[in-house]
T-cell receptor, first 111, second 109 residues
Framework: DTGVSQDPRHKITKRGQNVTFRCDPI?????LYWYRQTLGQGPEFLTY????????KSRLLSDRFSAERPKGSFSTLEIQRTEQGDSAMYLC?????????FGPGTRLTVT | RKEVEQDPGPFNVPEGATVAFNCTYS??????FFWYRQDCRKEPKLLMS???SGNEDGRFTAQLNRASQYISLLIRDSKLSDSATYLC??????????FGKGTTLSVSS
């Protein structure tokens, strides 16, 4: 499978715990994006990497959130001290130049 | 005003019907436009890019009207398998896609 992959697919955590998600983009795509989607909403942009450089962050990305793409390949998104409002689908997408291709997402439930 | 707006529907149509969705955007500097399809609890999948000249892919036709700041998606001869949520996305200066909330289509036999 040469598409975008994400791990884990589902995560249930207790409020206050830290969680980390991984995204492996399509190998020839140098742009990588993180989005968050809640029920009834479209995906909302969180952050963007070109190669290993984090070039843009949304105001949605509070200081509890951090993302890395250390070698310009896979990326991680960490949420510290999770809150119930963090419950959502976290989507990763990669892009050549036009259009973005999404992974299957990580569904986070904070109890 | 939301940056990208769509009628949430649902649009309930019989098989074989023609259905059209519109999406309006507020930023006139928007540069690229896309339609995505999203099935329940799945990721969005790129359906079509939208060009000023309009573009067609089989039963699907997308159009862009820059003057009125809207894009449209027309589906002809609807199939049961077309049932999904259709998201429009707008790419402004910079890199993020701005999505609408999606329009739900239900095709019945």
């Amino acid at each position: 499978d040469t598409g975008v992959s994400q791990d884990p697919r589902h995560k249930i955590t207790k409020r206050g715990q830290n969680v980390t998600f991984r995204c492996d983009p399509i190998s020839e795509h140098n742009r990588l994006y993180w989005y968050r989607q809640t029920l009834g909403q479209g995906p909302e942009f969180l952050t963007y990497f070109q190669n290993e450089a984090q070039l843009e962050k949304s105001r949605l990305l509070s200081d509890r959130f951090s993302a890395e793409r250390p070698k310009g390949s896979f990326s991680t998104l960490e949420i510290q001290r999770t809150e119930q409002g963090d419950s959502a689908m976290y989507l990763c997408a990669s892009s050549p130049i036009q259009g973005q291709y999404f992974g299957p997402g990580t569904r986070l439930t904070v109890t | 005003r939301k940056e990208v707006e769509q009628d949430p529907g649902p649009f309930n149509v019989p098989e074989g019907a023609t259905v059209a969705f519109n999406c309006t955007y507020s930023n006139s500097a928007s540069q690229s436009f896309f339609w995505y399809r999203q099935d329940c609890r799945k990721e969005p999948k790129l359906l079509m890019s939208v060009y000023s000249s309009g573009n067609e892919d089989g039963r699907f036709t997308a159009q862009l009207n820059r003057a009125s700041q809207y894009i449209s998606l027309l589906i002809r001869d609807s199939k049961l398998s077309d049932s999904a949520t259709y998201l429009c996305a707008v790419h402004q200066a910079g890199t993020a896609l701005i999505f609408g909330k999606g329009t739900t289509l239900s095709v019945s036999s």
